[in-house]
């Protein structure tokens, strides 16, 4: 048996040119395409969507992929609801969710700050606990956490909290500058020991006006 290029070569002059640049636009292309897809700018296309399946056919595989819509929609809706300040709804539809999956760790992070919002204290220190237990790095359960100590009169805890935020935090972090400032104010509370009612006022006020004129979109490096 010939190889492909014995073939070509054994062909007349025109018809084994023609054979040859054939071969090697084939070549080239397969080459093309290689190095594209090698590129890390190369951009696979989308999945297709998952096709629901038939309830008759598939009652399982129909039960699950709902199961999962509606995990999607009422997160999506408590997310919205959280940044509203709609608190009590975005707690509803996570309630929903946590029932669906009880482990889902974002679930428990936004429920603890949708509890946060209602100044349920010591509900959201649950869920915030609970979520840091399913993933030791999940940072922004530290911050939520370390509030709500704060709230509750626990400025040890809320301060193990906040350093753990920090720690785990990328260096860019927007929330870093509030976070340390939260840890110096918090230190020297524990120093000085309890304020006198006028200052404690005077400094809370002085802090809100702060955090107002000093929020992470502000402090968003500019694009």
């Given amino acids: 048996m010939t190889t492909s290029m014995d073939a070509v070569v054994n062909r007349g002059p025109v018809e084994a040119a023609t054979s040859i640049i054939s071969l090697l636009l084939v070549l080239g292309m397969i080459a093309l395409i290689v190095g594209v897809t090698r590129n890390p700018a190369f951009v ?3 999945p297709a969507p998952e096709v629901m ?3 008759q056919k598939d009652p399982q595989g129909h039960a699950r992929q709902a199961r999962m819509a509606e995990i999607k929609r009422r997160f999506e809706q ?3 609801m959280l940044h509203a300040r709609q608190y009590e709804h975005a707690a509803t539809a996570l309630h929903r969710v946590l029932q669906l999956s009880p482990n889902l760790v974002d679930a428990h992070v936004n429920m603890g700050y949708a509890l946060l919002g209602l100044k349920r204290y010591k509900e959201a220190e649950g869920f915030f606990n609970t979520a840091t237990n399913l993933r030791p790095y999940q940072a922004n359960a530290y911050w939520g956490l370390a509030v709500t100590l704060e709230q509750q009169g ?3 805890g809320a301060l193990g909290a906040m ?7 990328p260096p860019e972090d927007p929330y870093a500058r509030k976070a340390r400032s939260a840890l110096w ?5 524990l120093a000085r020991g309890p304020l006198p009612k ?3 006022e005077f400094l809370e006020r002085k802090g809100k006006e702060w955090t107002e004129r000093n929020n992470p979109a502000v402090d968003m490096p500019g694009r």
Avoid: F, G, I
């Fill in 44 to 46: 696979p296309p989308p």
């Fill in 53 to 55: 399946a038939d309830p």
């Fill in 78 to 80: 408590a997310v919205v």
């Fill in 154 to 156: 626990d400025l040890p």
């Fill in 163 to 169: 350093r753990t935020y920090l720690h785990l935090a």
């Fill in 185 to 189: 104010e918090w230190e020297n509370a």
């Fill in 198 to 200: 006028d200052e404690a």
